[in-house]
């Protein structure tokens, strides 16, 4: 048997330079966090893009770069400045990450961004087939990279992929607009198995291929000149036992042990102990449904002005993306927002909104988790949302409330909690206004059940689930070329 080789844009860590040394950080998102729980159990190697462009990586220190990544069990793919534009910021978050969260408005479909995806795409390939061999298995992932499997394949007609899309696959009438859709679905069908985290993307994706390649669909495998390509559906579980674990080590922390974000928390815990914390965490996206948010809150505190002091806001965004003006915009308007909202309500012992843009350290993450009575997730549209599982899984007494956008993958497997529509204003507010006067009992039975589920279906059987419907792909196409 040979090695597994996962192949994505993001790498685990991100590499940065200061004052001469590298440093290696974690990268966000949901791809990252959860394939780095997958990849740190085995002796995969994961290749990708290290977050430097060659222009940032002076010549004396590739040597320590490579091996700074060695030790994540990376290496990886040299993408110049012009690269990283076109390819990352320009074809990948400019036309398909929009297009495939329904944003059709945002999309721009331009023919450099799309050579020059093309031509970054090839190098992703050629990196893979000069660590790889026939034996090997080569796990592809996500949007930045839909026509890698196509390219191995041409070189290695026999070798065993898989790709899973961690975003939605959007219906038929949205992803036609695409002027090169064929050559994408061409580019994904290089795959034995391709995954989504729901039925409704899979269903999409099915659609495409029949109307746009008048491909013979039977059920769910494909029918491509001397292969089957299965197609599937695999919600993505978390590291649970991580974050139950990280919850109840720190349930133990003595005040000595706490991290000054704790010790603030508790400050204010202690000195109103009948206000409620509301969390939200996202990277800076317009999909996530930031700015609504926003907007409810403050509806939701004019309507109930009793809540007024008992109830704060804590907004964590993650920077993301920056160079792209729609995330620009986005970052003005939610500063604003805040910067409004807070000068409008604040009293002199009540600040309504605590806003951080920023990248926190895990263990701030899990304070935040913990220390929260309400998380409050509202995409507009999220191929899964990790967040609101992690949040379930670190409430170790089981109490919390969390509120959830139905257009995120994971409310499908998430029915305890409280599914919004996120364009239904009213609707939000009220959830907060019902998560708020939440009996305990309620919050306990609703947690459980979705503990329960997190915690059987995590992102170990998700990694496992996975390989196993690629092996067995593997075996049946072998018999049904044999015959
Ligand atoms: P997306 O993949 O779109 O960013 P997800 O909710 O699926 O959304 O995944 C986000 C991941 O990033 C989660 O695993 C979360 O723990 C991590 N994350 C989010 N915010 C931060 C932050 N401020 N600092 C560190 N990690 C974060
Ligand atoms: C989502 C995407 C990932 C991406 C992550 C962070 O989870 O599905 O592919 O890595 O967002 O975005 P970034 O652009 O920083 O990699």
């Known amino acids: 048997m040979g090695k597994t080789i996962i192949i994505s844009n993001r790498l685990p860590v991100q590499l940065q330079i200061s004052n001469g040394s590298i440093t290696a950080v974690p990268s966000v998102g949901g791809l990252a966090t959860g394939m780095k729980s997958v990849h740190s159990g085995g002796d995969s190697l994961w290749i990708g893009w290290s977050g430097l462009t060659d222009e940032e990586i002076p010549k004396e220190l590739a040597p320590q770069i490579d091996k700074a990544l060695a030790e994540h069990g990376s290496s990886k793919v040299n993408l110049s400045q012009e690269e990283v534009d ?15 969260h329904y944003f059709l408005e945002y999309s721009e479909f331009e023919l450099d961004s799309w050579n020059t995806y093309k031509n970054v795409n090839q190098k992703f390939a050629d990196a893979v087939l000069a660590s790889s061999d026939e034996e090997d298995t080569i796990w592809i992932h996500d949007y930045q990279l839909m026509l890698v499997p196509q390219m191995v394949r041409k070189q290695r ?30 580019g994904l069908l290089g795959s034995d198995l391709i995954g989504f ?25 494909i029918d491509v000149s001397n292969r089957l390509v299965k197609v599937d559906s695999f919600p993505m579980g978390i590291d649970y036992k991580k974050f139950s674990t990280a919850a109840k080590n720190h349930g133990n922390n003595k005040a000595s042990e706490q991290s000054d974000l704790q010790r603030r928390l508790n400050k204010h815990k202690e000195s109103t102990p009948d206000a409620k914390f509301i969390l939200s965490i996202d990277r800076l996206d317009y999909t996530k449904g930031i700015a609504k948010r926003l907007n409810a809150f403050e509806y939701f505190l004019k309507k109930y002005p009793e809540y007024k002091e008992k109830v704060r806001l804590i907004i964590l965004a993650v920077p993301s993306r920056s160079n792209v003006p729609q995330y620009q915009l986005l970052k003005r308007e939610v500063d604003e927002l805040v910067g409004r909202i807070n000068g409008e309500l604040a009293t002199v012992s009540w600040t309504p909104i605590w806003y951080f843009y920023r990248s926190l350290p895990f263990e701030n993450l899990i304070d935040l988790y913990t220390s929260s009575d309400i998380a409050w997730l509202t995409p507009i549209r999220d191929g899964m949302n990790l967040v609101a599982k992690e949040y379930i899984a670190t409430r170790t007494d089981k109490t919390g409330v969390l509120i ?75 018999i049904n070329i044999s015959r």
């Open 86 to 100: 076109g390819f990352y910021f320009g074809f990948s978050n400019r036309t398909i990450w929009p297009l495939f």
């Open 197 to 221: 985290h729901t039925y409704d993307y899979e269903r999409h994706f099915l659609s495409s291929v029949r109307r746009l390649l008048g491909l013979e669909v039977h059920f769910n495998e």
């Open 404 to 478: 959830l956008s139905e257009m995120a993958g994971s409310a499908n497997e998430m029915n305890e909690a409280l599914l919004i529509n996120p364009n239904n204003f009213e609707q939000i507010s009220e959830s907060l206004y019902r998560a708020i006067n939440m009996p305990v009992e309620e919050q306990k039975e609703r947690n459980s059940q979705l503990q329960k589920r997190l915690e059987r279906y995590n992102v170990e059987k998700w990694a496992n689930d996975f390989m196993t419907s690629l092996r067995e792909q593997r075996e049946l196409d072998a």
């Open 157 to 186: 007609p026999n070798i065993a992929i898989g790709f899973f899309l961690h975003i939605p696959f959007p219906s038929y009438e949205i992803f036609r607009t695409l002027p090169w859709r064929e050559e994408v679905l061409e």
